[in-house]
């Protein structure tokens, strides 16, 4: 397993999966989320349960659904590559390393990794003709009815918050309590970080269980305003877990060609998909 199995540069370093596929073919259970722009997060993961890159990376290592690496057999392995201990030398100055500088190399190659302009971009920059007349009705929607910036906000189109938008699944097949694992605070019950938006329609599938491969049909969900399923004061009263919806989520009223503008004005957010040539030769 590499890190590049679950992030492949060639799809705006997600997977194109519902959930990632791991050691022993086990599956996971969050979508993978794509790396573009990470060094921008101030916290890590679906939950939040890591505040950088380096502490990060030692969750997939680890993880026996994932790498399933013994730490302990880790720097072993690299030092009995010659190649890798040149690598080392030159990045910090010294023969012997541990896993502070792995995490350390890690991170400084996911803080490189950005997204390219998009034609949104060249928008705001003045080139007003770049969007299309659908383009820019989606974008106005996506600022006012269609409340999309409430969340999705800044250069990122993420308000680095978290927010249950009702998909919790809660007592059900997909269950997943999302940052209360972490703080152990019932009001965070069913609660995800918001998901940027760079180059949106190539991170497909969507949300942070991967159920969702169709932009229209996401849209249409969005458009109901997600509120069926929150607890009411009584549930709430009888079971402290029960979730609640964000009042952020209300119902929205798009027609079809309001719900078609907004999905033209996401492809207008996401940048070609490109090709990253992998290195010629590999340590071994």
């Not at 997977?15 to 791991?22: C, F, Q």
């Not at 997909?174 to 938006?197: H, I, M």
């Not at 004005?265 to 996401?270: D, E, G, K, P, V």
């Amino acid at each position: 397993m590499s890190c590049s199995s679950c992030h492949n540069p060639q799809t705006s370093w997600a997977d194109k999966l519902t959930v990632p596929v791991g050691n022993d073919h086990l599956e996971g259970t969050r979508n993978t989320p794509s790396l573009l722009n990470v060094y921008a997060r101030k916290e890590l993961f679906w939950d939040g349960r890591s505040k950088s890159l380096e502490e990060q990376a030692l969750g997939p290592i680890e993880a026996h659904h994932e790498m399933d690496m013994d730490l302990t057999k880790l720097i072993p392995k690299l030092k009995a590559i010659p190649a890798y201990n040149k690598l080392f030398l030159a990045a910090f100055g010294e023969e012997d390393y541990s896993m502070p500088e792995v995490l350390k190399a890690l991170g400084a190659f996911q803080r490189t990794l950005t997204s390219r302009r998009s034609r949104f971009d060249e928008f705001l920059d003045g080139n007003y003709k770049v969007l299309s007349e659908q383009e820019v009705r989606g974008l106005h929607l996506f600022r006012t009815k269609a409340r999309c910036m409430n969340c999705h906000s800044g250069q990122f189109f993420t308000d680095d918050s978290y927010h249950n938008i009702g998909l919790t699944y809660y007592k059900r097949k997909y269950q997943d309590l999302g940052r209360y694992e972490v703080t152990k605070d019932p009001a965070d019950v069913g609660r995800f970080r918001t998901p940027s938006l760079r180059d949106v329609m190539n991170t497909d599938p969507w949300m942070h269980n991967g159920l969702f491969w169709n932009m229209t049909g996401l849209l249409n969900m969005y458009n109901s305003g997600m509120q069926m399923n929150s607890a009411k004061p009584e549930q709430k009263a009888k079971d402290p877990l029960y979730p609640v919806t964000d009042p952020l989520m209300q119902p929205l009223n798009l027609s079809k060609e309001e719900i078609k503008d907004i999905e033209a004005f996401l492809h207008a957010i996401t940048a070609t998909s490109y090709r990253m040539r992998r290195p010629e030769s590999l340590p071994r």
